[in-house]
């Protein structure tokens, strides 16, 4: 059957960006709308219960949350990118949680401007990249590419982008290096950034006075 598939997006937004990797890796068609976070569209608001990005919709029906999403598009379009085993199936759910937190971390660890702020922000990203480091064992975060990855994928994107920025950040981290070089180079997230994306991020960041990646603040 033939659906109809529309991601609701804003460009820098590592959530939806979870989504468009699936929807890249599953060779899905789909279109994806533009919208401006910060002036949300009526039609937008109407559909969004948080207000927030990503929305997929499909056949006429709204779903938000992006862990969500994934899970409605890997049992959409086969074959699924989940364990078959269920108890290593449950723990790989659990870990995509887990990445959800690490968004947070990521961003306070990048955009900070004061070194107080900064060393606890460190802290807190770098305990939870130890707790990854642990769990890590090959290539990928299990025996092969699979939805966990692709719920950390926006994460190693970003990463990949701070390292060109602020290079050895991740030198406590091989495993996590190796991990963020197998999946950056990946057809289905490869395609799903560029250069553009890479200095919005960046740039958005030095504009607040981040002092990880070196400020750019006009006082
Ligand atoms: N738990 C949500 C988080 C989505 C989220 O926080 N999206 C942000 C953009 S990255 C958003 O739309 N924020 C609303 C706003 O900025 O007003 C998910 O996984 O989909």
Not at 91 to 98: C, L, T
Request: with cysteine; glycine share 4%.
């Amino acid at each position: 059957m033939n659906h109809k598939i529309e991601l609701i997006s804003f460009k820098l937004c590592p959530f939806v960006h979870r989504s468009l990797i699936l929807l890249n890796e599953k060779g899905a068609d789909y279109k994806i709308t533009y919208i401006d976070l910060a002036n949300k569209p009526e039609w937008f608001l109407k559909i969004s219960p948080l207000g927030k990005v990503p929305l997929l919709k499909v056949n006429g029906e709204v779903l938000f949350e992006s862990s969500v999403i994934n899970e409605f598009l890997d049992e959409l379009i086969s074959p699924s990118l989940h364990p078959t085993d269920i108890l290593i199936k449950a723990k790989q759910r659990a870990w995509v949680e887990f990445s959800s937190t690490l968004v947070f971390d990521m961003i306070n660890w990048v955009k900070t401007s004061n070194a107080d702020d900064f060393n606890k922000a460190k802290q807190v990203f770098e305990s939870k990249l130890h707790m990854i480091e642990q769990e890590l064992q090959g290539a990928f975060f299990g025996e092969c590419f699979q939805l966990v990855d692709i719920a950390f994928a926006p994460i190693l994107v970003r990463l990949s982008f701070i390292e060109n920025n602020t290079p050895a950040v991740l030198d406590g981290f091989p495993k996590i290096k190796q991990w963020m070089e197998s999946v950056t180079v990946r057809q289905s997230v490869d395609k799903s950034f560029d250069q553009e994306l890479e200095n919005l991020f960046i740039n958005r960041f030095k504009q607040q006075g981040s002092l990880l990646l070196g400020s750019d603040k006009k006082d």
